[in-house]
């Protein structure tokens, strides 16, 4: 079965430090994987989406970015963090293929303070 | 471009009532809907998806879903509901190939009384 994993589960930060959020799918290979963000008690918006290792897109400009350095690893940062950026994030993954359905991730808590 | 209305923001219902959640698409070729549901502080978890065939999809739990091309409408639904379907539920459509771009609606709180 497969399984998602996002770190950390929560985050409070300073408006300018840098971020770093980890997504890690196991038991799937070559997974597309997405970013959402979800601000408090609203909808989601999906931010990035990527088909295989090292290929990102951007569907958002949030001043985030997104990478892909593993087969099963998603990762958003960005370097200077916005009182904006307070959220909820969420990974999801999908088989390759279209119109797939997503499966999420716990998702991580951000406190831009 | 496609979008999702969830006219309802919240609903409250008792416990064995029967539900409606109501979702209303707007996309002009063929759309492939879902219904999730958040749980507090939880991530999503897909209900039920429609991509073709009986409009009627069964899902999770005892949901179902009624795709009404038509009305443009993909409502959830179930028989009777217990005190733990309290959540956030939230209907989605996408219509891209190459980004599986999922459009959310805004959700319906639903809160059932025990």
């Known amino acids: 079965a497969q399984t998602i994993h996002q770190w950390p589960v929560a985050e409070i930060k300073a408006v300018g430090s840098p971020l770093s959020l980890g997504c890690t799918i196991k038991?799937?290979?070559?997974?597309?994987l997405y970013w959402y963000w979800q601000a408090t008690g609203g909808t989601l918006q999906q931010l990035f989406y990527s088909i295989t290792v090292g290929q990102v897109e951007s569907v958002v400009q949030l001043n985030l970015s997104a990478s892909r350095p593993k087969d099963d690893q998603f990762i958003l940062s960005t370097e200077k963090l916005l009182l904006s950026h307070s959220g909820f994030y969420l990974c999801?993954?999908?088989?390759?293929?279209?119109?797939?359905?997503?499966?999420f991730g716990p998702g991580t808590r951000l406190t831009v303070l | 471009a496609q979008s999702v209305t969830q006219p309802d923001a919240r609903v409250t219902v008792s416990e064995g009532a029967s539900l409606q959640l109501r979702c209303k698409y707007s996309y002009s070729g063929t759309p492939y809907l879902f219904w999730y549901v958040q749980y507090p502080r939880q991530g999503l978890q897909l209900l039920l998806k429609y991509y073709s065939g009986d409009p009627v999809v069964q899902g999770v739990n005892g949901f179902e879903a009624e795709f009404i091309k038509s009305n443009s409408s993909f409502h959830l639904r179930k028989a009777s509901v217990h005190w733990s379907d309290s959540a956030v539920y939230f209907c989605?459509?996408?219509?891209?190939?190459?980004?599986?771009?999922?459009?959310f609606g805004h959700g319906t709180i639903l809160r059932v009384h025990p």
């Open positions: 989605a459509v996408t219509a891209s190939a190459n980004t599986g771009k999922l459009t």
């Open positions: 999801a993954w999908s088989r390759q293929g279209r119109y797939a359905e997503q499966f």
């Open positions: 038991g799937k290979s070559s997974p597309n």
